[in-house]
T-cell receptor, first 109, second 113 residues
């Protein structure tokens, strides 16, 4: 199973770019990488998904190197409302749905 | 608005009782999931269903049971065999199984009296 490893916590200031890296050394060929955001006492919300190279949407970018053993979520110009826990999920065809423990991002004024 | 509804938001159980958590979706999604989240921890998969009348055990299925009689509903029963049921339970759905983003409900917090 593709286990994921993320930093437990990160601090940032408003307006800065934040990069959160997830390690998934055992990722399988058919696995996708998905990132979610979770606020306290709420369900996670989808941010972005990718398979390889770079994916960008209106809220974030996802960078995946050629070996796919890691991925980096990039949040441009964070605000206080981006304070949350961010999860990296590797989703695979073999029934693998492995959520890591997440990265708690704290954005300060 | 389409989405996933979990009820109740808070639930209390006495020792030895079974309780059922409700999960309903109107997104017309085929796949549905149940996760458990403990304080400060990630999500752990309990059960998932790829299609009506079919479901599979996840990583921590012991002490739980599910049914999938309708596409829009995937109730989870926490049985008395689950020795440590106090947790935050999250239901999710997706268009298809894996590789599709999951849509989550806002959870049910279960506590033991």
């Amino acid at each position: 199973l593709a286990k994921t490893t993320q930093p437990i916590s990160m601090d940032s200031y408003e307006g800065q770019e934040v990069n959160i890296t997830c390690s998934h050394n055992n990722i399988a060929t058919n696995d996708y990488i998905t990132w979610y955001q979770q606020f306290p006492s709420q369900g996670p919300r989808f941010i972005i998904q990718g398979y390889k190279t770079k994916v960008t949407n209106e809220v974030a970018s996802l960078f995946i190197p050629a070996d796919r053993k890691s991925s980096t979520l990039s949040l441009p110009r964070v605000s206080l409302s981006d304070t949350a826990v961010y999860y990296c999920l590797v989703e695979g065809s073999q029934g693998n749905l492995i959520f890591g423990k997440g990265t708690k991002l704290s954005v300060k004024p | 608005d389409g989405g996933i509804t979990q009820s109740p938001k808070y639930l209390f159980r006495k020792e030895g009782q079974n309780v059922t958590l409700s999960c309903e979706q109107n997104l017309n999604h085929d796949a549905m999931y149940w996760y458990r989240q403990d304080p400060g921890q990630g999500l752990r998969l309990i059960y998932y269903s790829q299609i009506v009348n079919d479901f599979q055990k996840g990583d921590i299925a012991e002490g739980y049971s599910v049914s999938r009689e309708k596409k829009e509903s995937f109730p989870l029963t926490v049985t008395s065999a689950q020795k440590n049921p106090t947790a935050f339970y999250l239901c999710a759905s997706s268009i298809g199984y894996w590789e599709e983003p999951q849509h989550f409900g806002d959870g049910t917090r279960l506590s033991i009296l």
